[in-house]
Protein backbone atom coordinates (compact mmCIF):
# COMPACT_ATOMS: atom_id res chain seq x y z
CA UNK A 1 0.00 0.00 0.00
CA UNK A 2 0.87 3.51 -0.91
CA UNK A 3 -0.14 7.04 0.29
CA UNK A 4 0.53 10.36 -1.55
CA UNK A 5 -0.01 13.52 -0.22
CA UNK A 6 0.40 16.50 -2.32
CA UNK A 7 1.10 20.16 -1.78
CA UNK A 8 2.70 23.19 -2.87
CA UNK A 9 0.33 24.16 -5.16
CA UNK A 10 -1.18 27.90 -5.25
CA UNK A 11 -2.14 30.77 -7.05
CA UNK A 12 -0.17 32.82 -9.28
CA UNK A 13 0.48 35.16 -12.57
CA UNK A 14 1.36 34.33 -16.39
CA UNK A 15 4.90 33.85 -16.66
CA UNK A 16 5.59 32.71 -12.46
CA UNK A 17 6.83 29.64 -10.87
CA UNK A 18 5.01 26.95 -8.36
CA UNK A 19 7.28 23.57 -6.90
CA UNK A 20 4.92 21.21 -6.27
CA UNK A 21 5.98 18.06 -3.46
CA UNK A 22 4.43 14.77 -3.48
CA UNK A 23 5.22 12.63 -0.15
CA UNK A 24 5.29 9.11 -0.29
CA UNK A 25 4.43 6.54 2.80
CA UNK A 26 4.07 2.93 2.65
CA UNK A 27 5.53 0.40 0.51
CA UNK A 28 8.65 0.82 -1.39
CA UNK A 29 9.01 3.71 -2.82
CA UNK A 30 11.91 3.77 -5.56
CA UNK A 31 10.38 0.46 -7.56
CA UNK A 32 7.07 2.67 -8.53
CA UNK A 33 7.04 4.23 -12.02
CA UNK A 34 5.52 7.76 -10.73
CA UNK A 35 4.30 10.74 -12.35
CA UNK A 36 1.92 13.81 -12.15
CA UNK A 37 -1.01 14.47 -13.97
CA UNK A 38 -3.63 17.18 -14.26
CA UNK A 39 -7.16 17.70 -14.61
CA UNK A 40 -8.99 20.92 -15.43
CA UNK A 41 -12.95 21.54 -15.23
CA UNK A 42 -14.87 20.06 -17.48
CA UNK A 43 -11.40 18.30 -18.98
CA UNK A 44 -10.70 14.86 -18.72
CA UNK A 45 -7.33 13.78 -16.57
CA UNK A 46 -3.91 14.17 -18.64
CA UNK A 47 -0.76 13.32 -18.44
CA UNK A 48 2.18 16.17 -17.61
CA UNK A 49 5.36 14.60 -16.45
CA UNK A 50 5.95 11.16 -15.71
CA UNK A 51 9.47 8.82 -14.79
CA UNK A 52 9.11 5.07 -16.03
CA UNK A 53 10.50 1.84 -15.05
CA UNK A 54 14.26 2.77 -16.34
CA UNK A 55 13.81 6.49 -14.81
CA UNK A 56 13.59 8.21 -17.52
CA UNK A 57 11.38 11.74 -17.84
CA UNK A 58 8.83 12.12 -19.53
CA UNK A 59 6.87 15.50 -20.51
CA UNK A 60 3.64 16.89 -22.06
CA UNK A 61 4.57 18.30 -24.79
CA UNK A 62 2.61 21.23 -23.70
CA UNK A 63 5.09 21.45 -20.67
CA UNK A 64 8.27 20.11 -22.46
CA UNK A 65 11.01 23.08 -21.45
CA UNK A 66 9.01 24.75 -18.65
CA UNK A 67 8.38 21.87 -16.28
CA UNK A 68 10.59 19.54 -14.60
CA UNK A 69 9.99 15.99 -12.90
CA UNK A 70 12.43 14.83 -9.98
CA UNK A 71 12.07 12.81 -7.22
CA UNK A 72 14.44 12.61 -3.85
CA UNK A 73 14.15 8.33 -3.08
CA UNK A 74 15.90 9.46 0.46
CA UNK A 75 13.39 12.24 1.34
CA UNK A 76 10.32 10.01 -0.37
CA UNK A 77 9.29 12.70 -2.04
CA UNK A 78 8.35 13.38 -6.04
CA UNK A 79 8.63 17.20 -6.60
CA UNK A 80 7.19 19.13 -10.31
CA UNK A 81 8.99 22.14 -10.52
CA UNK A 82 6.72 24.56 -12.61
CA UNK A 83 8.58 27.71 -14.80
CA UNK A 84 6.69 29.83 -17.48
CA UNK A 85 3.35 28.86 -15.98
CA UNK A 86 0.46 29.86 -18.28
CA UNK A 87 -3.23 30.34 -17.65
CA UNK A 88 -4.01 26.81 -19.69
CA UNK A 89 -2.11 25.16 -17.17
CA UNK A 90 -4.34 26.28 -14.50
CA UNK A 91 -5.97 22.38 -12.91
CA UNK A 92 -5.70 20.67 -10.04
CA UNK A 93 -2.40 18.28 -9.77
CA UNK A 94 -2.21 14.57 -8.94
CA UNK A 95 0.80 12.75 -8.23
CA UNK A 96 0.48 8.84 -8.57
CA UNK A 97 2.67 5.85 -8.29
CA UNK A 98 2.69 2.02 -10.12
CA UNK A 99 1.13 1.61 -13.49
CA UNK A 100 1.88 -1.63 -15.55
CA UNK A 101 1.47 0.56 -18.30
CA UNK A 102 3.20 3.78 -20.65
CA UNK A 103 4.09 6.28 -18.01
CA UNK A 104 1.63 8.99 -19.11
CA UNK A 105 -1.39 7.76 -19.49
CA UNK A 106 -3.40 8.00 -16.07
CA UNK A 107 -5.76 5.35 -15.99
CA UNK A 108 -3.31 2.26 -14.93
CA UNK A 109 -2.34 4.14 -12.25
CA UNK A 110 -2.79 2.23 -8.68
CA UNK A 111 -2.42 5.12 -6.37
CA UNK A 112 -2.98 8.46 -6.17
CA UNK A 113 -2.92 11.38 -4.01
CA UNK A 114 -5.81 13.81 -2.97
CA UNK A 115 -4.43 16.84 -5.63
CA UNK A 116 -3.36 20.25 -4.95
CA UNK A 117 -4.42 23.15 -6.72
CA UNK A 118 -2.84 25.25 -9.50
CA UNK A 119 -4.36 28.37 -10.50
CA UNK A 120 -2.39 30.73 -13.22
CA UNK A 121 -3.90 34.49 -13.97
CA UNK A 122 -3.28 36.50 -17.23
Known amino acids: QVQLVESGGGAVQAGGSLRLSCAVS????????MGWFRQAPGKAREGVAA???????NYATSVKGRFTISRDNIKNTLYLEMNNLKPEDTAMYYCAADTPFGPMWPGGYKYWGQGTPVTVSS
Open 51 to 57: FDRDRNP
Open 26 to 33: GDTYSSYC
